[in-house]
C-alpha cells in the first residue's frame, strides 16, 4: 500500500473490465475514496497478466488488490486470469466484481483464488467495504452471493460439480455429445455418463429441462 497525503496508507488498485465506460464510472467511484488509488486498468485477461508482470518490475510494485470482471470477451476469461495471476503473483489479492451471479461462476472464481466476489450494482458503500475488505486479504462476499453458497452448502447432494457444470455449459450453446466429448478431451460415453448424473442431481429427464432447470437455479449462465 502507498502512504496516501494525510499519511494513511491507500489501497493500489488494479481493474481489469473490457467496457471502458464501466472502467470510467468504476474508476470515478473508487478514486473519490481518500484510501484508494487505481494504478492501472485494463481490458483483457492477456493485458491484466502482462500489465501485472509490469508493476511488479516498477519500484511501486504489484498492486494490493485486483478486481477482476469474469466474461473478458474473447481470449482468457476472468476466472482463468485470476488463476494465473495468483499462481504468479500470491500476495496479489483479487475481487471478483461481476453481474453473473451463476453458481458455476461463483465457485469457479473462489476456487481460482479470488479472495471475495460481489456484483457490479452492488450499493457504492458496500463495494468500498469490499475493496478493503479483499485488499486486506478478508474474505467477502455479497449478500446475493453468499445466499448462492448457503443454498449449494445446504443441498450438496444437488449441486453440480465443476465438470458437470462445465458440460452443462457447453451443451446450452447448442453442442452435441460429440462435439463436448471433442472440446473437453473426453470419451462420447463419459459425457453421457455425466448426463445421467446431471439429470438425477437436478430432477429432470431431458437436456433441454436440464439447461432450463440450471439456468433457473442460477448453476449456470
Do not use: C, W
Amino acid at each position: 500500500m502507498s502512504i496516501a497525503a494525510d499519511g494513511a496508507a491507500s489501497i493500489r488498485i488494479m481493474m481489469v473490465d473490457d467496457h471502458p465506460v464501466v472502467r470510467a464510472g468504476l474508476r470515478a467511484l473508487l478514486e473519490a475514496d481518500d484510501g484508494i488509488e487505481v494504478v492501472a486498468e485494463v481490458g483483457s485477461g492477456t493485458a491484466a497478466l502482462s500489465m501485472i508482470d509490469e508493476l511488479a518490475a516498477s519500484p511501486a510494485g504489484v498492486p494490493d488488490l485486483v478486481l477482476m470482471d469474469l466474461n473478458l470477451g474473447d481470449g482468457i476469461g476472468g476466472i482463468e486470469t485470476t488463476r494465473r495471476l495468483r499462481a504468479a503473483h500470491p500476495g496479489v489479492q483479487v475481487l471478483a466484481v461481476t453481474t453473473f451471479d451463476a453458481e458455476a461462476d461463483i465457485v469457479g472464481a473462489l476456487e481460482a483464488g479470488a479472495t471475495g466476489y460481489v456484483l457490479k450494482d452492488s450499493p457504492t458503500e458496500a463495494l468500498i467495504d469490499a475493496v478493503g475488505e479483499a485488499a486486506a486479504g478478508r474474505s467477502i462476499l455479497s449478500p446475493e452471493v453468499q445466499q448462492r453458497l448457503v443454498q449449494r452448502m445446504s443441498n450438496p447432494h444437488s449441486a453440480l460439480s465443476p465438470r458437470e457444470t462445465e458440460i452443462l455449459d457447453a451443451l446450452a450453446t447448442g453442442a452435441t455429445n460429440r462435439e463436448v466429448a471433442k472440446l473437453m478431451f473426453i470419451s462420447e460415453s463419459t459425457v453421457k455418463t455425466h448426463l445421467v448424473h446431471i439429470y438425477d442431481k437436478l430432477g429432470v429427464d431431458s437436456r433441454t429441462a436440464a439447461i432450463r432447470e440450471a439456468r433457473d437455479r442460477r448453476l449456470i449462465r
